[in-house]
């Protein structure tokens, strides 16, 4: 079973690790893997009161960060655990994610690293593309009336 824990200043490093470890494949794919510049990416702009952690028997899963902006919701990382992906626990958050969402009549923005099998991901879920960038693609969800 999926949980949701609200994550604490602590947890900074551990899911700084996790993102390293999530991204990997798609860095390496695009000659941009740097373990210590992913790191600090996400550490320089860790905020917990925005972070979950995704924990599925007792251990680590994932975690997800979604800020509240002025239109909008920002899902502004969101990974899993190699060994977690595939198995529903991705669509799970994102259930989760869109009924904050849908309850604030706001939609919901992410992006994703070009080459990423999150881009199929995201798409597969309902967002639709909403711009793109040198090294990302951005999506969005509107909410469900």
Not at 19 to 48: C, K, N, W
Request: proline share 6%; glycine share 8%.
């Amino acid at each position: 079973m999926l949980t949701f824990v609200p994550a604490s200043i602590a947890d900074g490093e551990a899911l700084a690790s996790l993102r390293v470890a999530a991204m990997r494949d798609s860095l390496e794919r695009i000659g941009r893997y740097d373990p210590q510049r992913a790191r600090q990416r996400f550490l320089s702009t860790y905020d917990p009161a925005c972070t979950w952690q995704l924990c599925h028997g007792g251990a680590l899963a994932g975690f997800y960060v979604l800020r509240p902006q002025a239109d909008y919701l920002l899902l502004d990382h969101f990974y899993l655990a190699p060994e977690c992906q595939r198995q529903g626990m991705g669509a799970a958050v994102l259930a989760r994610v869109f009924a904050e969402a849908d309850a604030a009549r706001k939609s919901v923005r992410v992006g994703a690293l070009r080459g990423s099998e999150a881009n199929r991901f995201y798409v597969r879920h309902g967002f639709v593309p909403d711009g793109e960038e040198e090294f990302d693609l951005y999506y969005r969800r509107a909410p469900t009336p």
